[in-house]
């Protein structure tokens, strides 16, 4: 099958509610960091955009616009406490099983099988979709994002978009 | 979701996005991204396939240290076993008039 065109159908969708057409962010290169170790002694952690947060906290807003929040993922928490907010995309089977969209408990697993070093003491839910103010992302809220995962000794990062 | 990937392998930590909207990503261009044809939300899989949930996991994780040039985006050959469409979420009159104030 061939892959959705999202942007075309995200254009139509917003467009047909009065929005002006998303410019995505086009970028000709990308940055790069080499992997210095081996995955066996790698600790990796991920990061999800999906609406994802802890049934005690206050859940995401399901339409947002810019919204800048983060929450950290408790790895040790199990996967069936946490809810979905996002009317972004169709989370029926992520409601059920977490690890259709964040694996926690497949990375618990290869780390205990020694694939990988270790599970960072903390995953990452945010970035949520419609984010107009791009640059605040790249001047403020992601660079504060990369100094937790520094302070964490995080040495992979499986950014997991949705 | 791409832009932030950018930033932190900027800031030395690398990263591998696993993406199920090919176009987006390509236009976004994240140091590594491995795109998995699924509907947007079952990136690894479905209820309960431990063995597809892993296998697509463990392909990102390979894809992070054998991937060599920066913006490379990969295919993984997999394909959805059901034909799928764009997800337009709510497009009640109430949620569309809630999405209009934000």
Redesign the interface.
């Known amino acids: 099958?061939e892959?959705?065109?999202?942007?075309d159908?995200l254009n139509e969708?917003y467009g047909a509610?009065?929005f002006p057409p998303y410019k995505?962010?086009?970028?000709?290169?990308?940055?790069?960091?080499?992997?210095t170790k081996?995955?066996p002694e790698c600790t990796?952690a991920m990061?999800v955009?999906?609406g994802i947060s802890h049934c005690a906290t206050m859940p995401f807003d399901p339409?947002?616009?810019n919204d800048h929040r983060v929450d950290a993922i408790d790895p040790s928490v199990p996967s069936d406490e946490y809810q979905i907010h996002d009317?972004?995309?169709?989370?029926?089977?992520?409601d059920?099983?977490l690890?259709?969209?964040l694996?926690i408990?497949?990375?618990r697993?290869?780390a205990e099988a020694g694939?990988?070093g270790a599970v960072a003491k903390r995953h990452w839910s945010g970035?949520m979709g419609?984010t107009y103010n791009?640059s605040r992302?790249?001047g403020e809220?992601?660079?504060a994002?990369?100094?937790a995962?520094?302070a964490d000794g995080?040495?992979?990062?499986?950014?997991?978009?949705? | 979701?791409?832009?932030?990937?950018?930033?932190?392998?900027?800031?030395?930590?690398?990263?591998?996005?696993?993406?199920?909207?090919?176009?987006?990503?390509a236009?976004?261009?994240?140091?590594r991204s491995l795109?998995v044809?699924f509907?947007?939300?079952?990136?690894?899989?479905?209820?309960?396939d431990?063995a597809r949930?892993?296998e697509?996991?463990?392909a990102?994780?390979?894809f992070?240290?054998t991937a060599e040039e920066?913006?490379v985006l990969v295919d993984l050959p997999l394909?959805?076993d059901e034909?799928?469409?764009?997800?337009?979420?709510?497009a009640t009159p109430e949620?569309?008039a809630?999405?209009?104030k934000?």
């Open positions: 099958m892959p959705i065109r999202y942007v159908a969708k509610m009065g995505w962010s086009e970028n000709p290169t990308a940055p790069w960091t080499h992997m081996p995955l990796v990061l955009s999906g339409d947002a616009r009317s972004y995309y169709d989370h029926t089977d992520a059920l099983d690890n259709c969209l694996p408990d497949r990375l697993e290869l694939e990988i970035f419609r791009r992302v790249i809220s992601a660079p994002f990369a100094d995962l520094h995080v040495d992979l990062l499986i950014a997991i978009p949705a | 979701m791409g832009l932030v990937a950018r930033v932190v392998e900027e800031t030395g930590i690398p990263t591998v996005t696993v993406s199920t909207g090919r176009d987006i990503t236009l976004v261009r994240p140091p795109f044809n509907p947007m939300g079952n990136t690894f899989g479905r209820v309960g431990t949930q892993t697509i996991l463990r990102a994780l390979d992070a240290v920066p913006g394909e959805w034909p799928f469409v764009y997800f337009a979420g709510e949620a569309i809630r999405q209009l934000k």
